[in-house]
């Protein structure tokens, strides 16, 4: 019997109160297609209803990609756990995702955990073990005393326990069944075997398969093509057609945003690093310059998105990377791919030319393991007590990523940004960079909205060291209004 069917039929027998998980990386293996069949399914029938969704990552960009937004209906969407959400504005509409409007609102229940996590949990529920046991998150909001990852008042089941083991915290996440788990691969065969020989990410697609099948449930793939039984080596096959229900063919998905298709992606062609653009010149520019000499040879280091990820393309235009010179800078990003140059904006999270790519769960057991040395990432708020916030600021609600693991895990940090957000508007005059206007919103502050991960710690705990690359218009502006944070902080303003 054929596995082939079509996105409607495919999400046909999804039942009222069941927990569908799905996995993308913004607009990368996004299963975009079968997304939108389930929420075409409820406007058209008002069914299922009270579902679980399980998002390991953010899925989809919430405009062309709509990923996680395609199910954010009252009704249909119950509960909501993810690794990170999207908050953009439309610039075809102005809106932000509904996603966000039901978070903000108070009409789902919204957890968020770190994505760490968020993976980490599918190989316990996969083995049918009671959790996940972890240090990483202790302190910062995904710990009961501070939240537990909880991201609306109708969010009141605690996920997220502290417990103790041979005199130890940790935080547990306990499992509980997956049913349904939607995912997306390059190719099938007639039997359902699964590779991503195309796809430069595979993040946590086959843990999720196998923590489905472990509940008893349903896995559904979306691919690009399919092919015959045995035209592939068995080496390609990652996910195995047992594990596989249901195939539904997208010949014409996106890559990721606004990228058809690029095969520099995932290695099957390489581009020349010359031709690509440098950051333009920009507060952000000017940090990512702070940042490179800071990145050192032979250490493996990892980009967060913002200011950061400009690094590696400032470094290619100054020539780091010439006559082979890209392999003494060995780099990564949360999601998996190694080598190469991490993308800025929409492509952030794969890298151009990259040398390997690990699936994600893998990914974090690295991350976690403490095997990335260096990290440069970007923040939301700064406060006096060297509480650092990505996760839950205003009316954002994206989360912490990848961020705690990869911070609690390094052993040098860097934080970058702005003084201010919210309108800040900047131009270039005379080679210069000059601040035109203020943004509204203070990122220094006395108390950050959130804890994502708390500097003095990990500086005087775990001896890791940190530094702070900013842009202002006075050098030395916040060790006067933060001298506190300077006993193991460095300021590397520029």
């Given amino acids: 019997m054929s596995k082939i069917t079509t996105a409607k039929n495919a999400v046909a027998s999804i039942p009222s109160n069941a927990t569908v998980a799905s996995a993308g990386v913004i607009g990368w293996v996004t299963p975009d297609m079968v997304l939108k069949a389930l929420g075409d399914r409820f406007a058209e029938t008002a069914a299922p209803r009270d579902l679980t969704f399980y998002f390991p990552c953010g899925t989809g960009d919430a405009m ?118 939607i995912l997306r691969a390059a190719t099938a065969d007639e039997h ?19 923590a489905a099948k472990a509940s008893g449930g349903t896995v559904i793939a979306q691919v690009r093509r399919v092919v015959p039984v045995g035209s592939r080596p068995a080496s390609q096959n990652r996910l195995p057609g047992v594990f596989v229900d249901q195939v539904v063919v997208d010949p014409d998905m996106m890559m990721t945003t606004n990228v058809p298709y690029d095969a520099a992606y995932f290695g099957g062609q390489q581009k020349d690093i010359s031709t690509l653009s440098a950051p333009r010149f920009s507060a952000d520019r000017i940090i990512a310059n702070r940042i490179a000499p800071e990145v050192r040879k032979h250490e493996l280091s990892i980009f967060g998105f913002g200011a950061a990820t400009d690094v590696p393309l400032v470094m290619a235009e100054n020539g780091a990377f010439a006559n082979g010179g890209i392999y003494d800078y060995p780099g990564t990003t949360e999601h998996g791919a190694y080598g190469g140059i991490v993308m800025p904006g ?71 940004g702005t003084f201010t957000t919210g309108g800040l508007k900047t131009d270039v005059v005379d080679g210069e960079l000059v601040i035109e206007r203020e943004g509204k919103v203070k990122k220094f502050v006395q108390q950050a909205a959130s804890i994502t991960y708390r500097v003095q710690e990990g500086v005087s705990s775990r001896s890791q060291q940190a530094l702070i690359v900013k842009w202002s218009r006075k050098s030395g502006q916040l060790a006067k209004v933060y001298p506190e944070l300077f006993g193991g902080i460095r300021d590397g303003e520029t």
């Avoid at 439309?90 to 409007?101: H, I, N």
């Avoid at 049918?128 to 009141?156: C, I, Q, W």
């Fill in 192 to 210: 359902g075997n699964l590779s991503w020989e195309d796809e430069p990410l595979t993040t946590s697609n086959i843990a999720l398969a196998l």
């Fill in 346 to 416: 929409w492509q952030f999270s794969a890298n151009i030319n990259p040398d390997a790519l690990l699936d994600g769960v893998t990914q974090f057991d690295a991350i976690d393991g403490g095997l990335c040395k260096f990290t440069a990432l970007s923040f939301a708020e700064f406060d006096a007590e060297g509480v650092v916030n990505v996760s839950k600021f205003g009316a954002a609600n994206p989360g912490a990523g990848g961020f705690i693991d990869i911070a609690q895990n390094a052993e040098r940090l860097i934080f970058a």
């Fill in 64 to 181: 062309g990609i709509k990923g996680m937004d395609h199910v954010a209906r009252e009704g249909l969407m119950k509960r909501i756990v993810s690794g990170s959400y999207i908050n953009p504005v439309d610039p075809q509409t102005g809106k932000r995702p509904e996603l966000m409007r039901l978070i903000r609102e108070n009409k789902i229940e919204a957890y968020s955990w770190p994505i760490g996590a968020t993976m980490h949990w599918l190989r316990e529920v996969a083995r049918n073990s009671p959790g996940y046991m972890t240090r990483v998150g202790l302190g910062t909001y995904a710990d009961p005393r501070h939240g537990g990852g909880k991201f609306t008042e109708k969010a009141t089941e605690d996920l997220i326990r502290v417990i103790e083991l041979d005199g130890e915290e940790l935080l547990f996440y306990p499992s509980w069944p997956v049913d349904v788990a």
